[in-house]
């Protein structure tokens, strides 16, 4: 209780704008993950990618191919054995995930863990070698059992915690980055595949399995130390104390509680929960299909070791195009990752049944090729698509928990259908039969589709404060409001407002007591926010698409600021004597690209592209950085009301920052 008083007690105070000059000055507060500037971005960019290169190689070459040769060799009923004890293990990790994930965001070790436990799993290929020499077949059995289990449960600790790091590179750039991450693992998986073909292929090979299996997770040990290259949580401050694990995991599930609750009133954590349920779903279509495809077709089509072998490759290579597709469908259509996720699980559908009836009516194995190859094409942009919005969606401090998260809708729907398959060979059912069971996985993610889209998207498009209030216009189409004075703000919609998302960008006029929106049309619209609900709120100002060439904009003493397309600093007097009125240009030619402009204590603030918060003089257009450098990267609407500028940043948190000194901090979560 006395916990929750004293953030109270704090969120009020900086609210209120309490004077900072007469009380100690606060320590910085570090910025979330991917809010500071990454200078080696690119280096971060190769780290991040090599853990696909490393489990690409793992998951494909040595779990998927070889070790099934070398189980064999120790468990004549591996299939069998090793299936239950697989599923279990699967559901376990399910469950432990999210508690694990919010404990390395609590000690901000997200990237620590990922690197351990690559290693660990890593390290683990190495001590199941000696498995094969063990004489004692029940000891045998048992210690290859644990020993492959554990390999997969700190290997998917480290996807997880892969994953989460996602969220630390600028939000822009996020599905790209994941599409780019599964085109190049991909690409490696087909050639160690490609290479174990060609070593393995006649009737001797040079190198048994267990060399292979050595050289392999040898690559990928190499490849592993390229891991410490990604971006990683800002650490804490020098003298914080550490907490003892028992608090932390006891914060752990408190954590995910709140999370849980976060969804009854929070748009922001119901669109995440309405995802999450249809990733469930159609996610397990395309995963599951291709862990069983080369089961498909050699129950289906009886194809030999070899024919099996070079299926693989092919339905790799249809993954490696397939995330070719999704780059240049990003670059072509930006946006709409919902409808383009919807769109691919009805195409998986429809493939599936095609394909059963490919099966079933004996329109020959070619036919039946092509349409696996299509769902792969699907799949490897898929899972892209789908783990760069959820990258998207999650709070920068919980990206360890909703990972987690991620991973219990994959393992949850990968176990479901692992227990059917069981339950269809106890029963002979025949395996192309799993077509049908996919289809029936799939249909429910139209109902959180449906859901999700019902919700809309409250993410924030532009915003402006006027009279200590936060107004934000969103891509529902809403305005919201975010009183700076009451206690415990949150965000409330503004009666009567359903028409503003096509805002390009927002400004305050006090002397007028009203809003300007400029849309993405280019026309403005005065707004009198207190009369929205009458209908007469929303005016056109002049004439329509008059904008055009205007990026930001600001009133500073009644004047009006914009910057152009050009990057030319203007100022005018159009809010009072209209458009026809005369632009004096400030300063040079040098503010391309401005992404937001305010203004507070007779300077004007701008966000540029970089992320960096420059205070420009309305004289002569000097400039000089607030604060750290790219702090302000993932900034979606800025304001300042009592010389403290406040910052949207996506995905949902609410930021200050004391304009003076360039301190930062959050202070709330989007509540819309």
């Known amino acids: 209780m006395g916990d929750e008083q004293e953030r109270r007690d704090e969120q009020a105070s900086l609210l209120h704008g309490i004077n900072k000059e007469a009380q100690p000055a606060a320590a910085p507060q570090s910025p979330a993950a991917g809010e500071e500037e990454m200078p080696h971005y690119w280096r971060a960019v190769v780290g991040w990618i090599s853990f696909g290169l490393v489990w690409n190689i793992l998951n494909t070459t040595v779990f998927a191919t070889l070790y099934p040769k070398l189980l064999q060799q120790i468990d004549k009923n591996y299939v069998s054995d090793f299936s239950v004890a697989n599923m279990l293990t699967t559901l376990l990790s399910s469950l432990l995930l999210p508690p694990l994930g919010s404990i390395a965001d609590q000690m901000k070790q997200v990237k620590n863990w990922m ?32 020993i492959y289990l554990l390999t997969l449960f700190f290997l998917r600790i480290a996807i997880m915690d892969n994953n989460a790091l996602l969220s630390c590179f600028p939000m822009k750039g996020r599905i790209t980055l994941s599409l780019v991450f599964n085109f190049i693992g ?15 292929r006649g009737q001797t090979q040079p190198l048994n399995n267990e060399e292979l299996v050595a050289i392999f997770a040898g690559v990928t040990l190499v ?72 089961t498909f077709f050699v129950s289906t089509y009886n194809l030999s070791l ?27 259509v930006n946006g709409y990752e919902e409808i ?97 069971l996919l289809i029936i996985v799939g249909l429910p993610a139209y109902i959180f589709f449906f859901l999700l889209h019902r919700i809309g ?21 809403h305005l919201y409001a975010l009183d700076l004075n009451a206690d415990d703000p949150r ?33 403005m619209f005065r707004v009198d926010p207190h009369a929205l609900s009458g209908g007469q709120g929303r005016a056109l100002a002049g004439a329509e698409g008059e904008w055009g060439e205007t990026v930001a904009a600001t009133v500073l003493d009644g004047r009006m600021y914009t910057v152009s397309k050009a990057g030319v600093l203007l100022r005018n007097d159009f809010l009072t004597s209209g458009l026809g009125g005369v632009s004096e240009q400030i300063g040079g030619v040098e503010f391309a690209g401005v992404r937001h402009m305010v203004s507070a204590r007779d300077s004007l603030y701008m966000i540029e592209p970089s992320g960096d918060l420059m205070r420009v003089s309305p004289v002569d257009g000097a400039r000089e950085r607030v604060g ?28 200050v920052t004391d304009l003076a000194t360039g301190d930062r901090r959050q202070i709330m979560r989007h509540n819309k």
């Open 628 to 655: 750290a450098a790219g702090t302000y990267r993932n900034t979606l609407a800025a304001g300042t009301a009592d010389s403290v500028l406040y910052t949207v940043e996506s995905p949902s948190a609410v930021f």
């Open 306 to 332: 070899n024919e099996s072998s070079i299926l693989n490759m092919y339905f790799m290579l249809s993954l490696v195009v397939g995330n070719v597709i999704g780059i240049v469908y990003k670059f072509k």
């Open 186 to 200: 991909f690409a490696v998986a087909l050639l160690s595949l490609l290479a174990l073909w060609l070593l393995t």
């Open 223 to 294: 490849l592993g130390l390229l891991t410490f290259l990604c971006p990683g949580d800002k650490r804490p401050p020098v003298g914080t104390p550490k907490q003892p694990i028992t608090k932390m995991v006891k914060f752990a599930f408190t954590r995910l509680l709140n999370s849980f609750l976060a969804v009854k009133n929070d748009k922001q954590y119901r669109r995440v929960a309405w995802f999450l349920c249809a990733y469930t779903f159609f996610s397990t279509s395309g995963t599951c299909f291709t862990i069983y495809v080369v």
């Open 457 to 477: 998207d409250p993410s924030t498009l532009a915003g402006a404060i006027l009279e200590n209030t936060f107004f934000n216009a969103s891509k529902d189409g």
């Open 340 to 436: 383009t996720l919807l769109i691919q699980n009805t195409l998986f559908i429809a493939l599936f049944c095609v394909l059963f009836l490919t099966v079933r009516w004996g329109w020959g194995y070619l036919v039946a090729l092509l349409i696996s190859l299509a769902c792969g094409l699907l799949y490897g942009w898929n899972t892209s698509l789908a783990r760069g919005l959820m990258a998207k969606l999650t709070p920068d401090d919980k990206k360890g928990e909703f990972f987690g998260l991620y991973s219990t809708a994959t393992y949850l729907g990968i176990s479901f259908v692992s227990a059917a398959m069981m339950v269809m060979s106890a029963v002979e059912l025949d395996t192309y039969y799993l077509c049908i």
């Open 115 to 146: 690197v351990v436990c690559e290693f660990v799993g890593i390290t683990m290929c190495f001590v199941f070698l000696p498995m094969i020499y063990i004489k004692s077949p029940t000891a045998q059995i048992v210690l290859a059992q644990v």
């Open 491 to 523: 965000w409330t919609t503004v009666e009567g407002s359903a028409a503003f998302a096509d805002t390009a960008f927002m400004l305050a006029y006090p002397e007028g007591h009203c809003l300007y929106v400029i849309t993405k049309e280019n026309s």
